[in-house]
C-alpha cells in the first residue's frame, strides 16, 4: 500500500519554473518506480516523466525533454519533478503514480496538482 500526495502546483507565466513534489508513505517505495503524469481538461491522461527503481533511468516524454527534470530523494521518500521553461501548453494536473516492481502498471495515484501557465 502506497499514498501519494502532489504539492508545488501553482500559477506561473510562460518561461517560469516551478518545483512538484510527491510525497511517499508505504514500505513499497524503494521497489516502486515513479512516474508523473499530467491530464488537461477534455483531454486523456498522458506520461510526462518517469524514474525507475533500481537504475535511476528517466524517461521523458519528448515536448518536456531538456525542460522538466524528474528525480527521487529515497532518504525523504519524495519525488521531484522540476519544470523550467514552462510553456501554456504544459497546463494540467499533474499526477505522481507508483509503479510496483511486480507490476507492469502504475497502480498507486496521488490527488493530483494544478498547474497553470499564462501566456
Known amino acids: 500500500q502506497v499514498q501519494l500526495v502532489e504539492s508545488g502546483g501553482g500559477l506561473v507565466q510562460a518561461g517560469g519554473s516551478l518545483r512538484l513534489s510527491c510525497a511517499a508513505s508505504?514500505?513499497?517505495?524503494?521497489?516502486?518506480?515513479m512516474g508523473w503524469f499530467r491530464q488537461a481538461p477534455g483531454k486523456e491522461r498522458e506520461f510526462v516523466a518517469g524514474?525507475?527503481?533500481?537504475?535511476?533511468?528517466?524517461d521523458y516524454r519528448n515536448s518536456v525533454k531538456g525542460r522538466f527534470t524528474i528525480s527521487r530523494d529515497n532518504a525523504k521518500n519524495t519525488v521531484y519533478l522540476q519544470m523550467n521553461t514552462l510553456k501554456p501548453e504544459d497546463t494540467a494536473v499533474y499526477f505522481c503514480?507508483?509503479?510496483?516492481?511486480?507490476?507492469?502498471?502504475?497502480?498507486?495515484w496521488g490527488q493530483g496538482t494544478q498547474v497553470t501557465v499564462s501566456s
Open positions: 524514474i525507475r527503481w533500481m537504475s535511476d533511468i528517466t
Open positions: 503514480a507508483a509503479r510496483p516492481s511486480w507490476s507492469g502498471s502504475y497502480q498507486y
Open positions: 508505504g514500505r513499497t517505495f524503494d521497489s516502486a518506480d
